[in-house]
């Protein structure tokens, strides 16, 4: 079965610290990874895809398939930071996500 | 970017009575819509994708009866929560995908309380 798993419900840090919000998953062909932000009362949007390997805010994640992990980085927290993280697969183009539960992230100074 | 809407952004309604969430993508054309429900502090459960011209397809343990989804144009899906019940209270959130590209695009959500 296709499934997401996010550990943490909740990680508070204080401003500069190495941030890593943790996110393995299980499926048994090649996903794609996606990592959603949701900020205080807007909607939920991309973060960043393993396919494009990109640095986004700061953030990046590698797609470990050995460990079925995608953990989101970033090596100096800031407060703006502070949002409702959230990792998702999908099997294939045109299907819809399957969501973890989430991480609030919590940076104060 | 592309906006998805979704309207009304907050529904209050009675026990037994039906309730319509509609959304659009406002600049750009969807062949696929789907839908999720959060409860609070929780994950998105998708509830069931929504195919322009087809009949959606729902997930396991989710009542077709009972969520109504309609996607009658490429710019517009509905869901209507039929007979609703205040377990049925939750925030409902559409996702459109375009036509062409890969990246889908989420709506602001709609929080539904039933008395």
């Known amino acids: 079965a296709q499934r997401v798993t996010q550990p943490e419900k909740l990680l508070s840090v204080f401003k500069g610290a190495p941030v890593e919000l943790k996110c393995n998953y299980s499926y048994s062909g090649s996903p794609e990874l996606f990592w959603y932000v949701q900020y205080s009362r807007q909607r939920l949007q991309l973060l960043l895809r393993?396919?494009s390997r990109e640095s986004i805010k700061g953030f990046t994640a590698d797609l470990n398939k050995g460990e079925t992990s995608f953990h989101l980085k970033k090596p100096f927290a800031q407060e703006e930071d502070s949002a409702m993280y959230y990792c998702a697969l999908r099997n294939q183009a045109g299907t819809a996500l399957i969501f973890g539960k989430g991480t609030t992230l919590s940076v104060s100074s | 970017g592309a906006v998805v809407s979704q309207h009304p952004s907050r529904v209050i309604c009675k026990s037994g009575t039906s309730v319509k969430i509609e959304c659009r993508s406002l600049?750009?054309?969807?062949?696929?819509m789907f839908w999720y429900r959060q409860f609070p502090k929780q994950s998105l459960m998708l509830m069931a994708t929504?195919?322009?011209?087809?009949?959606?397809?729902?997930e396991q343990g989710v009542e077709k009866d009972k969520f109504l989804i309609n996607h009658a144009s490429l710019t517009l899906s509905t869901l209507t929560v039929t007979s609703a019940h205040p377990e049925d209270s939750s925030f409902y959130i559409c996702?459109?995908?375009?036509?062409?590209?890969?990246?889908?695009?989420f709506g602001p959500g709609t929080r539904l309380t039933v008395l």
């Open positions: 929504s195919n322009e011209g087809s009949k959606a397809t729902y």
């Open positions: 600049d750009f054309q969807a062949t696929t």
């Open positions: 996702s459109a995908l375009p036509g062409q590209g890969n990246e889908q695009f």
């Open positions: 393993h396919i």
